[in-house]
């Protein structure tokens, strides 16, 4: 038998707390210094960093990899860090991709995992006496790669002079979030340049820097799904939350794009807006469009313009909903509107001449004044605001409280909490008046006792407060009833693999009580993924406590318990959340009730077990050493080999599936790398159609299946290289890693230039060690610095080979001779048979590779698939052929074994009386999300409705987006059922289900 701990009563009561892997000091942040002209390695402000020589990537105009602000923000990509300008760096049209007289782009390199902060003063010192200055000039616009903050640093526009002699203004330049947080923090001086070069206010307020929370005007979907852009200093012409172009009114192939996901902006601190802010962008089709919630909060700074809610790209879905929280500031604005800047807001004027738009107006507009308590600026706000929904007031000392509705529930058990539900009055502050409803959300509420305080026979009355308000007594009758608790947790003293086991209570004393308990036991769930007290608690685990044995305490009741197994050493420090629930009924009315919350880790629990007030048996204490000092668990090979071998049956799954197409699908030559990729009507083919990337480039198996069956015909109408489903070599690979580790979690497909192996890299390492620069883009880079001959860099290939295992992939990169673009590959290795010379060296065409792909070429066998194909080494080295650079890579999770549990939850969800009015949720998961479908059947089992997605690289999904026209909403009157199914890691639940009403 296992020995668990013995929970002590200071054990059972304290709280786990987040301790880190290692107890040593973390290691210094990284920091560059850089200027143009720099000729150091930027490890200091008088050596700032020099260009390396990226020409090679610029026959595309993707000049932005001659920049010095990218090269060093490329060494940090994976790491994070601090970019010091120690002197003047210009982002100009040599700097940028793209050939538009008006918008060009700097591209941040991609850094969706890390901080990257870019600043003038460091170390005390302020570089900007010394000419530091970041320039966006004319027709630079500069787009995040990742969280980026901007601090003490002066940010200046300038125009330009074209080639025909016309001068170009400095106006509409834009730093553009890119869904990620950006934040513009204290000591930053916005400025603009003029022709001789010197600094000077700008003389109106275009020539200022627009804030976007968006893209440019790209599709931008991240898969946290949320993002904030804060505003600390600086001043700004006008800030958008969405992406600043729009497009044909949905996440398309096209070259302007949609925001999806809920946007934060936060004016504070002496930050200045000139200009407006709004919920989308100012041009093209009238902005983009935007899937998700937009929050406006005015905490401080200064506001010149005015705030709306969209612009003319409006939200996706009819259910959306603009918050503006006023708290303070200095606000000039004339206008605070709760619908469209253009043409009159209204929902018809959004879909003008383009019915297919689908641009709605915010389903609630909330004018948020609850934290405001400058009555005169509330005033103003209010006298200006229109078209808002739902106004919050503040309670200030002259507010008072009217027409008051109590709560519904009077009657209670002991244990219970107070159920506000259907409390509302009318508040009035400062003349002006809004209906207030009880919400758990509203900090303003406050009851005596207090909701935290379970009820017992004294209570008698519950006195509710808003704010300093007294609202009124709501009388109660309390009677006796079995009590439910949880006390606390256990772990084990004696393996790797941790057990946190929950004990709850049932039962005290059941003297003269009519109660008949149906059932008890315990939720649990991370605390990072835990959203409400329910047993319908997305993602949780339900542990049926009626089942276990009890063991009856000298106090009354009676001890269950419930166990959350197999925790590795990595997740000691996570914590979990866990309650006890009791079902019961009385008077033939079924009843659930729940106990507090509590918060245990692993390590937490050792800690308090082994502090020095403890009563654990020293013995006891000396086994938990092995809990408080671990840091990495022991590698499993086994574990490893079975994650490998369903990786690779993922792949041969998605490989073996069998499709028709009928009618002849000609994807010849449609790009560089694809030769003669033609298929045939009525012939039958075998795996996933090879196609382009994009939306339809990234199916798995279930999708393809949805589509055509194995077997069966493809008769879809989209036959294209960019229309028809299908997969390339990368998004395969990432299919059938999906449900196996969440440690290639690339926000939007694979990228190989951005899973070479480095120090700082997350996700891969180097098979056999060969070195790797920490800035390079391509394996063909990556290789020439091997050696300065053909035979040097190939022993270092050769060996590299030789050391990659079953499960390592196989890449190359390189760029295109007459394009400039990036090309890649990417294979699965299988197996290595290593032959050598009489030297001692590796024979290169005898020595064998085994691998699967997909790749662009037909086979004879009727697929673009190879499954555990053998190909010599010298066919993937040569030091001849630009595409033959392959390297191996390792995924750290199939080196060091571990793989992280998987797990989810779903916040602000659908319940049975929310869901007649639309789809709501945001599922969120560690894991890719691959499958998210809501069913709605009828009472005779008959599917009505049913909406389907398979996503991508997402780990955040807004169930808005299934239905993003609200057909939901036009369901018959009747009874139904919901279900909502969720994919993600290895596992494919139906995570949420209800009766409901309609």
């Given at each position: 038998m ?10 059972l009561?304290a709280l786990?707390i987040?301790?880190?892997?290692a107890?040593?000091?973390a ?9 143009d ?6 490890s ?6 020099s260009?390396?020589?990226y020409?090679?990537?610029?026959k ?5 990899y ?33 050939n ?25 010192v ?9 320039i ?10 990742g969280d ?24 509409s ?15 930053i ?24 929370g ?12 949320n ?13 958008l939350?969405s992406?600043?172009m ?6 398309s192939s ?14 504070d ?7 407006y ?13 935007h899937y ?5 909060v ?14 003319g790209?409006?939200?996706g879905?009819?259910?959306?909903t603009?918050?503006?929280k006023v708290i303070?500031?200095?606000i ?7 619908t469209?800047r ?21 389903a ?7 934290e ?9 706000v209010?006298?200006?605001a ?7 007031l503040p309670?200030?000392?002259?507010s ?12 209670y058990y002991t ?5 506000a539900?259907?409390?509302s ?6 003349g002006?008046s ?7 959300d ?12 379970p009820?017992?026979m ?8 808003y ?15 079995m009590?439910?608790r ?14 946190l ?7 005290e ?6 109660l ?14 835990f959203?409400?007290?329910s047993?319908?608690l ?12 009890l063991?009856?305490t ?7 318990a419930?166990?959350?197994t197999?925790?590795?050493v ?5 914590p ?31 800690e ?6 403890s ?8 086994k ?10 022991t590698?499993d090979?086994e574990?490893?080999?079975?994650k490998?071998a ?12 069998e ?5 002849t699908?000609?994807l ?6 694809v ?24 199916i ?26 299908g ?7 990432v299919?059938?890693?999906q449900t196996?580790t ?12 951005y899973s070479l ?15 790797v620069g ?6 063909q ?5 091997f050696?300065?001959t053909?035979?040097e ?16 992939f ?21 197996g ?29 066998t ?5 499954i555990?194909e ?14 033959c ?11 060091d ?12 969800r ?5 869901v007649?009015?639309?789809l ?5 998961s ?22 389907s997605?398979y ?8 169930l808005?987006?299934l ?10 009157s009747?009874?139904y059922r919901?279900e909502?199914?969720?994919?993600y ?14």
């Open positions: 296992k020995a668990f701990l013995r929970m002590t009563a200071i054990a009561l786990a987040a301790l880190p892997f107890f040593t000091s290691a210094a942040e990284p920091v560059l210094f850089i200027k002209g720099g000729t150091g390695d930027g200091s402000p008088s050596k700032p960093l260009l390396e020589d020409s090679e990537f610029y595309d105009d993707n000049y932005h001659g920049s010095v602000l990218f090269q060093a923000a490329h060494r940090l990509q994976y790491s994070g860090g601090t970019i010091v300008l120690v002197g003047e760096v210009r982002l100009d049209k040599t700097k940028t991709k793209g538009h007289a008006t918008f060009e782009d700097f591209f941040m390199p991609d850094h969706p995992d890390s901080t990257i902060t870019i600043t003038s003063k460091y170390n005390g302020d570089y900007t006496s010394k000419g530091a200055r970041l966006l000039q004319s027709p630079t616009e500069f787009i995040c790669g980026t903050v901007f601090r003490d640093i002066k940010i200046c526009t300038e125009g330009y002079t074209a080639s025909d002699g016309s001068v170009k203004k400095a106006s330049r834009m730093i553009c979030a890119n869904g990620y947080d950006l934040t513009m923090d204290t000591g001086v916005c400025k603009t340049i003029t022709t001789g070069g010197a600094e000077q206010d700008p003389p109106d307020i275009s020539f200022y820097p627009n804030i976007v968006g893209h440019r005007y790209a599709d931008c979907i991240r898969r946290e799904g993002n904030t852009v804060t505003l600390k200093s600086g001043t700004y012409s006008n800030v939350a992406t600043y729009g497009g044909a009114g949905s996440t096209n070259n302007y794009g949609a925001m999806v996901g809920n946007v934060t902006i936060v004016l601190g002496n930050a200045t807006v000139r200009g802010i709004c919920g989308g962008g100012p041009t093209f089709n009238n902005g983009g469009i998700g919630d937009v929050t406006v005015l905490k401080g700074g200064k506001l010149v313009g005015n705030v709306y809610a969209t612009n790209g409006g939200f879905t009819d259910n959306c603009f918050t503006l303070g500031g200095t000039s604005s004339t206008l605070f509107s709760g469209s253009v043409q009159g807001g209204t929902d018809g004027s959004l879909n003008a001449g383009n019915s297919n738009r689908n641009r709605h107006l915010p609630k507009a909330i004018l948020d004044l609850s405001c308590t400058n009555a005169s600026l509330i005033s103003t209010a006298s200006k229109k078209n808002f929904t739902e106004t919050r309670v200030l000392s002259t008072t409280v009217s027409s008051v509705t109590m709560p519904k529930r009077t009657a244990g219970d909490a107070f159920d539900d259907g409390l009055f009318k508040l009035t502050t400062s002006r809004a209906t207030v409803t009880y919400s758990p509203d900090s303003n509420f406050r009851f005596e006792p207090s909701l935290d305080t009820m017992n004294d209570t008698k009355k519950v006195t509710i407060y704010g300093s308000k007294k609202v009124g007594e709501q009388a109660v009758t309390v009677t006796p009833r009590p439910i949880i006390l606390g947790a256990q772990i084990r003293t004696n393996d790797e693999k941790q057990t086991r929950f004990l709850g209570q049932v039962g004393d059941l003297t003269n009580i009519d008949q308990v149906t059932g008890y036991g315990l939720v649990i769930q991370p605390t990072e993924y959203s409400e007290k047993l319908d997305p993602g949780a685990t339900v542990i049926d406590g009626t089942k276990t044995v063991t009856p000298s106090l009354g009741g009676s001890i269950f419930g166990d959350i197999n925790i590795p990595e997740e000691y420090d996570l979990f959340s866990a309650f006890a629930y009791l079902t019961y009924t009385h008077n033939g009315t079924e009843y659930t009730v729940y106990s507090d919350t509590i918060e245990r880790s692993v390590r937490g629990v050792a308090a077990a082994c502090a020095s007030d009563l654990e048996p020293a013995d006891k204490k000396a938990l050493n092995a809990v408080l000092t671990a840091e990495k668990s590698v090979e574990l490893i080999a079975e490998v369903q990786m690779q049956k993922n792949f041969k799954d998605m490989a073996d599936v499709w028709t197409p009928s009618q699908i000609d010849a030559d449609s790009e560089e790398f030769g003669a990729l033609i298929y045939k009507a009525g012939t039958t083919y075998y795996g996933i159609p090879y196609i382009a990337a994009g939306t339809n480039g990234n798995s198996l279930a999708q393809w299946l949805s589509i055509c069956p194995d077997g069966g015909t493809y008769t879809g109408s989209g036959i294209t290289w960019n229309t028809m489903p997969n390339q070599c990368s998004s395969s690979v299919r059938a890693l196996v969440n440690r290639h979690s690339y926000f939007n497909g694979y990228s190989i230039r192996p480095k120090d700082t890299h997350p996700y891969y390492s180097a098979p056999g060690g060969y070195p920490d800035h390079t883009l391509t394996t880079q990556i290789i020439r610095e050696g300065d053909v035979e860099r190939a022993k270092i290939v050769y060996n590299a080979y030789a050391n990659a295992k079953s499960g390592d196989l890449v190359s990169d390189w760029v295109s001779s007459s394009t400039g673009d990036v090309l890649g590959h990417i294979m699965i290795i299988h290595v048979s290593v032959k050598y010379k009489d030297d001692g060296s590796i024979d290169p065409n005898k020595s064998v590779l085994y691998v699967s792909q997909q790749a662009s070429n037909l086979r004879k009727k697929t673009t698939w190879g555990n053998p190909h010599s080494f010298a066919a993937f080295y040569n030091g001849k052929n630009a595409d650079n392959y390297l191996p890579i390792r995924l750290k999770a199939f080196e074994g571990y793989f992280a549990t998987p797990f989810m939850t779903v916040r602000e659908n319940t049975p009386d929310n007649a009015y639309g709501l949720g945001k599922i969120e560690n894991y890719q999300i691959n499958l998210v479908r809501v069913t709605i059947t009828d009472t005779a089992g008959k599917v009505v409705k049913e909406f997605d996503p991508f690289t997402t780990m955040y999904y807004d808005r987006m239905d993003k026209t609200n057909t939901l909403a036009s369901l018959a009747g009874s919901y909502l199914t969720v994919g890691g290895d596992k494919v639940e139906t995570v949420l289900s209800f009766d409901f009403e309609k």
